[in-house]
């Protein structure tokens, strides 16, 4: 099986408008400069534990920076 342009598909949110573009900025601007950002991912989801992913996300706490969800494990950005 052949696989031609591969693409990536990152998605994010935040719940605050008011600092959005610093935070674009902050992002684009580190990987830009070679900083590691997937440091910030804290927890990696198989695609069927998708609920579970959800249910981590939209109860936040001190250790969940951001979740990722994976076709299969150890398959994005590491």
Known sequence: MLFRSEKTLLGSYSSSFEILDEVT???FGGYQNGFD???????RFQLEQAVEAIEVASHPKAD??????EPCLGSGAE
């Open 37 to 43: 950002l997937t440091q910030l991912i804290s927890h």
């Open 64 to 69: 969940s920076m951001k979740i990722m969800l």
């Open 25 to 27: 900025e902050l992002v």
